[in-house]
T-cell receptor, first 117, second 115 residues
Framework: DSGVTQTPKHLITATGQRVTLRCSPRSGDLSVYWYQQSLDQGLQFLIQ???????AKGNILERFSAQQFPDLHSELNLSSLELGDSALYFC????????????????FGPGTRLTVL | AQSVTQLGSHVSVSEGALVLLRCNYSSSVPPYLFWYVQYPNQGLQLLLKYTSAATLVKGINGFEAEFKKSETSFHLTKPSAHMSDAAEYFCAVILSGAGSYQLTFGKGTKLSVIP
């Protein structure tokens, strides 16, 4: 158990819909990363938050957005869903922060499997 | 830009045989390199990491990897495969810049272990 929790575990929805994926980082970790794993694209970085602020963006579509709340949990919002959005979405957390070891291990959650029908 | 290439999307070995999973990186600066393992229906678990200290890195479950700058490689090895090693393995590099340290992953290599 990595200490990172993600809900829900599975999500089945229809095209055009909007869903929210939730991630709770390990206790004390300020940094949260979101990754998408699909058969076509492999594992791709989407976005990172550090202590409530967006820190970096990767291959994240404009239809997707995220935020990190004061209690450090994060949500990834996916809207106007398309068939191609079906994937496994991972959240990872690390203790990265100013003054800390910048290659702190990222601990991954079990993922949310999204199926768009 | 930094990236990693994993040679072989699927590798099969016999139980007890040597495991060798290949990873080459491209980087203009010394990289931080990682190997992660993903068991079916599970998240990613860190096997080992290279962070510019010792070039031979030992990880969990008997795995190790050697950083070879001249070959831009970071191959993962295990002397004797076990059935429980069957999983997908990902090589990754830190793509650093502007205070972010997100991982850039290879395409993955699925390891099958034949009894």
């Amino acid at each position: 158990d990595s200490g990172v929790t993600q809900t829900p575990k599975h999500l089945i929805t229809a095209t055009g819909q909007r869903v929210t994926l939730r991630c709770s980082p390990r206790s004390g970790d300020l940094s949260v990363y979101w990754y998408q794993q699909s058969l076509d694209q492999g594992l791709q970085f989407l976005i990172q938050y550090y202590n409530g602020e967006e820190r970096a963006k990767g291959n994240i579509l404009e239809r997707f957005s995220a935020q990190q709340f004061p209690d450090l949990h994060s949500e990834l919002n996916l809207s106007s869903l398309e068939l191609g959005d079906s994937a496994l979405y991972f959240c990872a957390s690390s203790g990265y922060g100013p003054g800390q070891d910048h290659y702190n291990e990222q601990f991954f959650g079990p993922g949310t499997r999204l199926t768009v029908l | 830009a930094q990236s990693v290439t994993q040679l072989g999307s699927h590798v099969s070995v016999s139980e007890g045989a040597l495991v060798l999973l290949r990873c080459n990186y491209s980087s203009s600066v010394p990289p931080y390199l990682f190997w992660y393992v993903q068991y079916p229906n599970q998240g990613l678990q860190l096997l080992l990491k290279y962070t510019s200290a010792a070039t031979l890195v030992k990880g969990i479950n008997g795995f190790e990897a050697e950083f070879k700058k001249s070959e831009t490689s970071f191959h993962l090895t295990k002397p004797s495969a076990h059935m429980s090693d069957a999983a997908e393995y990902f090589c990754a590099v830190i793509l650093s810049g502007a205070g972010s340290y997100q991982l850039t992953f290879g395409k993955g290599t699925k390891l099958s272990v034949i009894p």
